[in-house]
């Protein structure tokens, strides 16, 4: 029986490894979008701040603090570099450099133009799938 | 006791010590709901959420390693192979784990969410790992054929943990750092694949746990255990990308997952249900307390059974993703059903070492109880908030974040009140535990 066990086993770790394959390639679907240098510092800022404990992006991180995704669209760069270093509540008080507030906000910049969060035109099928609105 | 058998008291005291301070940093992260300036200046959310989770994977890998090297150890046909691979992996992982907790206090953090540790700690965890993987392979690899299922589980949960926690870390290469959406699907595949990875391991231990006191091998090497542990397999390679739903990837990612979840929470429900009509009264009364604190899992396992189900639609889980809904189904499996198996398992090795005295038994059997309510009121509080956050972010207009945190005051008081009862619950278990452990250990030195 474990032979039989042993070769179910090859069987799908062959799936799997196609699987991955096809996700860490180019040729899956991920948006247009790729993050400038500027963004990546930005984000290298947002993981190193652990921006990600009270925020979130696309709904993923803490929940202490508003999801970002869209920020820019509703928000100017220079409101958000106010908030940045405000402190306010619970947020601790970062020092950003004038340079560093532009990495950040270039990053928020980039990740709004990937997509949509909270996805409000998203169409709902009967059989439970969800068609997300995707951003052009 | 052989003085092997003493690494793996040593990794579960470890394990529990880590689960008062999961309990511990997540009650001060709870306070700072309810009190935003609460300890800002000496630990602010940035650290305490990190410290928290580090704290509570630490417990869930300390706990099932130590199940499971004890298990082999006590078998006889793996007691007499060197050791000394295991202690040098339990000092690689403890002045590992303190370099981080170090980091988290001081704020260095470079990785994503669940691993923010700077990436040099990448390499001490893998080697880690694969020490683990070494010694149990070349432990049990030429009883092979006679494996029960368990032992399939720990080898592919030790397995699937090196492959994952390596694919977590591969956003750092620059092939993959540019693309912010594949980059987001993937560090999800690595921590949802990761889940799969532990239950592996913890799933396993219910496994070994059920069938050494049912006194029964049958189950375990049955056609419906491979079924299931295969089954599990499937869910834990495929069935990770309702964490990412909203995420704008590919289609087929999507619907690969939505198909294979549906099958997920069947798996465990139905092993325990058979043990559950099986057991004799005497095995009962034997381990009373890996029974008990096992049968309690049962009931966790179908509540989250229910909400994995629904939060897995990707209708209901457009509106429940990014609320408290998701927290409420991570604690639900992590404490209700994690934990509870964990510490079932480490009733049952200390009950078959020394049993515990009728005080003892009465005090863990009381704190269950504060505990189980505790959690209860704790789970239903997540789910409100999550209710009343997918309201505000699609039914509402105009209302700002700060409005709305502030409307949801009394419902983080709850959360923070029912996190006193947690750690009370829990911690007090963990702490009669440990002092049961350290009487083991005791014992074992005036033996010899």
Redo the contacts between chains.
Sequence with gaps: MHKIYGGILLVLIACFALYNTHIYSDKTLFGKVRLSEQAQHGEQLWLRNNCNACHQLYGLGGYLGPDLTNVVATKSPEIIKIFLVSGVRSMPVFSFSEQEKDQLVQFLKEVNETGYYPNKEATIKNTGWVDLHYKK | MKKNLRYPIYYISVGLCCLVLCLTAGLLAGF??VV???I?QLL????L??LHTLFALSWIFMGSIGSILWYIQNDTRYRYQSFSIIKLQFWLFLLTGLAITVCYVL?K?????YL?FPHLFYFPILLGWLLLAIYYFRAMWTS????PAYY?MWGTGMVFMIFHFTEAH?WILSY???????N???Q??AGGAYVGAWNMLVYGCSMYVMEKTSGSGAYSRS?TA?FFY?LS??NA??NWAH?????????W?R?AA?LISMTEWIILIRMIYLWKTNLPTAVKKKYRIAYKVMMLSDLWIFLNLVLALLIS??????FT????IT?AHSMGTTIGINTLILLSSVAYLQESLKMYSAKDRHLILVLLKVFNISFLGFWLVLIVMGIE?SKW??FTQNVL??DFQDSMKYFHIGFACFGIGLLAGLGGIAFRMLKHNWDILKDSTENE
Excluded: C
């Excluded at chain 2, 993959?176 to 594949?182: A, C, G, L, N, S």
């Design positions: 700072q709901y935003p300036t609460f800002k602010p959310f940035t650290a959420r990190p704020r953090f470079e990785g994503k969410e923010e092979f054929a006679s494996w399939w591969m993959f750092k540019q693309d912010y959406i594949q987001l699907t993937m999800w595949k056609k491979f295969f397999l499937v390679m495929f964490h990412v739903y909203p995420v704008p990837n590919a289609e990612i619907y939505y639609i990707p209708a209901i889980n457009l993703h990014g609320t408290h927290v956050k972010l699609y974040f700060s």
